[in-house]
């Protein structure tokens, strides 16, 4: 199994960014997807979410700039973030969950990618 994630980088404020993350080793369309970031002394938090299905979850502090998608054709899941903010200075990573009901029953990790805010 793995999770290569890419497109992070150096960005300015307000600036965009598309983050990818190529999976193989695994059947994709029966994965949840999401990204995670983690800040330098910070715990890693959900970002957002896109399920099997196609329905997507953000949390609110990039509600309105960052969207998930997923092109199961390509095993690929992306972060479209628009009007990038300082704040949004984190290590991202890719998780693939298999659900059978509300119980997790796959769980993997990219390796993350840095993305860097600053002027």
């Known amino acids: 199994v793995q999770l290569v994630e890419s497109g992070g980088g150096l960005v300015q404020p307000g600036g965009s960014l598309r983050l990818s993350c190529a999976a193989s080793?695994?059947?994709?369309?029966?994965?949840?997807m999401s990204w995670y970031r983690q800040a330098p002394g910070k715990e890693r938090e959900l970002v957002a979410t896109?399920?099997?299905?196609?329905?997507?979850t953000n949390a609110d502090s990039v509600k309105g700039r960052f969207t998930i998608s997923r092109d199961n054709a390509k095993n690929t899941v992306y972060l479209q973030m628009n009007s990038l903010k300082p704040e949004d200075t984190a290590v991202y990573y890719c998780?693939?969950?298999?659900?059978?009901?509300?119980?997790?029953?796959?769980?993997?990790w990219g390796q993350g990618t840095q993305v860097t805010v600053s002027s």
């Open positions: 896109i399920t099997n299905t196609g329905g997507s």
């Open positions: 998780n693939a969950r298999l659900l059978g009901g509300v119980v997790t029953l796959k769980n993997y």
């Open positions: 080793g695994f059947i994709f369309s029966s994965y949840a």
